[in-house]
């Protein structure tokens, strides 16, 4: 049996000193289902929030607000940047949304972009500004990832709201967006 697999190195200025790194994303073939699924080895080892046994979403909240990577007082220094071919100043930013590279990419080229700067938001605090910052940005991300690369051209934008592991383990229709 074949296991095939395809392998990219994904760059990014990691925080705190902004030194460029490289990541390894495998693109693999289930050999059996003919399935792909992409892999970044390097992902076990983040940090993950809202992993501590609660079971309400405000305690969520409260107990990932203070050393939150996405919040104001953390945002510089604990996001990573992009290499200056894609974006020279390192990261884009329009109104509450700011783009940076996800810390541990699963794609060849994978940005996070905040929409607000608050820590957590209801699902009707989001606001049409937001969203519009957001996909302008994400929009001027896409442009310059195919100035460098024409080969990309199948962008995805995708939302999530809540911590992941909460999401799964607390599912349902009004807390999850994602
Ligand atoms: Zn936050």
């Given amino acids: ?5 395809q392998i990219s190195t994904v760059e990014l200025l990691t925080p705190h000193r902004f030194e460029r790194e490289t990541q390894i994303v495998e693109y693999r073939e289930d050999p059996l ?10 992902r076990a080892g983040r940090r993950r929030q809202g992993q501590r046994g609660e079971s309400d979403l405000s305690e969520v909240v409260a107990s990932t ?11 510089e220094q604990q996001t990573p940047k992009f290499p200056p071919q894609i974006c020279p100043r390192g990261r884009i930013e329009r109104g509450e949304c700011l783009i940076f590279p996800n810390l541990f990419p699963f794609a060849d080229y ?8 608050k820590h957590s938001l209801d699902l009707d605090e989001f606001t049409p500004e937001m969203l519009l910052d957001n996909l302008m940005a994400s ?23 809540l ?3 909460w999401r799964e383990h607390n599912s349902s229709p009004r807390s999850n967006t994602g």
């Fill in 65 to 75: 607000k203070g050393d939150c990577f996405f919040c104001p007082q953390n945002i």
């Fill in 1 to 5: 049996m074949e296991f095939r697999k």
């Fill in 139 to 161: 929009r001027e991300y896409i442009a310059a990832v195919h100035r460098v690369d024409e080969g990309a051209k199948y962008p995805m934008w995708i939302w999530n709201h």
């Fill in 163 to 165: 911590p992941p592991q």
């Fill in 33 to 42: 289902t003919g399935s792909h699924s992409r892999i970044n080895v390097a």
């Fill in 110 to 117: 994978h940005g996070v972009g905040t929409l607000s700067r």
